[in-house]
């Protein structure tokens, strides 16, 4: 079975960092850009950038670039999502995706909560 | 940056009824590289249409998409209770790749 698995929620302080981890499995993965996408309360959802883990090439939205930053392990067929310093309004949702035209496996999301 | 617009923001229709869900481009997305997604409540998008007009795997064929170039459309023929959710589009075209802000489907 094709699945992303990403990691447990969190609650962070302003100021913290944090890395969010997206495994796949059940395909090859190096071979398949990986998307991540935002979805704070109430919004819509917000495409982020995407990572290809085969070289760890990176393309962020205009609007967070600079804020975020994506990496990737393709031994463990992991990428991975890092805030180097938290602000409140970095709570939100968060997905990964394979990107095979459309975001085609997603990952079950990560709540991040980021308060005082 | 492309900007997808959807509309309506939100309709209501009842089950059974035909919807269709408008997205526009503010410009060319190239060929047809838009993808429409459902969204429910605690769950992750689900792909429902790749290539403008290509069911993803699973989807049912009351689901159907069309267009190109700037124009796209979403037509769900008869809705089921399941099928009431927010809906997104969201091109490939170039980046960035951009989503539209969505349209909520509700059950009238």
């Known amino acids: 079975e094709v699945q992303l698995v990403q990691s447990g929620a969190e609650v962070k302080k302003p100021g913290e960092s944090l890395k969010l981890s997206c495994k796949g499995s059940?395909?090859?993965?190096?071979?398949?850009?990986i998307a991540w996408v935002r979805h704070m309360p109430g919004k819509g959802l917000e495409w982020m950038g995407i990572?290809?883990?085969?070289?760890?090439?990176?393309r962020y939205s205009p609007s967070l670039q600079g804020q975020v930053t994506f990496s990737a392990d393709k031994s463990t067929s992991t990428a991975y999502l890092h805030f180097s310093s938290l602000k409140a309004s970095d709570t939100a949702m968060y997905y990964c995706?394979?990107?095979?035209?459309?975001?085609?496996?997603w990952g079950q999301g990560t709540t991040v909560t980021v308060s005082s | 940056e492309i900007v997808l617009t959807q509309s309506p923001g939100t309709v209501s229709l009842s089950p059974g009824e035909r919807a269709t869900l408008s997205c526009r481009a503010s410009?060319?997305?190239?060929?047809?590289?838009l993808a429409w997604y459902q969204k429910k409540p605690g769950q992750a998008p689900r792909l429902l249409i790749d290539?403008?007009?290509s069911r993803a795997t699973g989807i049912p064929d009351r689901f159907s998409g069309s267009g190109s170039g700037t124009d796209f459309t979403l037509t769900i023929s008869r809705l089921e209770p399941e099928d009431f959710a927010v809906y997104y589009c969201?091109?490939?075209?170039?980046?960035?790749?951009?989503f539209g802000q969505g349209t909520n489907l509700e059950i009238k």
């Open positions: 995706a394979r990107l095979a035209g459309g975001m085609d496996v």
């Open positions: 059940g395909y090859t993965f190096p071979t398949y850009w």
């Open positions: 990572i290809y883990p085969t070289d760890s090439d990176s």
């Open positions: 410009r060319s997305v190239g060929s047809s590289y």
């Open positions: 290539g403008a007009s």
């Open positions: 969201q091109h490939y075209g170039s980046l960035p790749y951009t």
